[in-house]
């Protein structure tokens, strides 16, 4: 009889605290990125993120191409013939699609 309260309490005491494996659970909510569109972009108008080069900003017009980032605060700075036209920070969301007007 001692032997089978023994298994009942171990048991309850498994069960009671998730078999020992805790309360962590991993989420993936797929890809961390937001996006930018660039409106008024003119030939020439270089897109920088972060300091990194990304390519034209003719290229990301939203018809079709927008530019994938990872989300969080971002400085995104144009260029034109050597000179910034536009830089700013600006808050991307995971999944969210701002678009920058450019001068």
Do not use: W
């Amino acid at each position: 009889m001692r032997r089978l309260e023994l298994v009942v309490i171990a048991i309850l005491l498994l069960t009671s605290t998730g078999c020992g494996g805790g309360p962590f659970r991993a989420v993936h909510t797929g890809r961390d990125e937001g996006y930018l569109r660039f409106v008024g972009g003119r030939p020439g108008q270089t897109v920088y993120v972060d300091g990194v080069q990304r390519g034209s900003a003719e290229e990301f017009n939203g018809k079709p191409g927008i530019l994938a980032t990872t989300s969080g605060l971002r400085t995104i700075e144009v260029r034109e013939g050597g000179q910034v036209v536009m830089r700013d920070q600006i808050f991307i969301g995971s999944g969210s699609t701002k678009t920058v007007d450019l001068p």
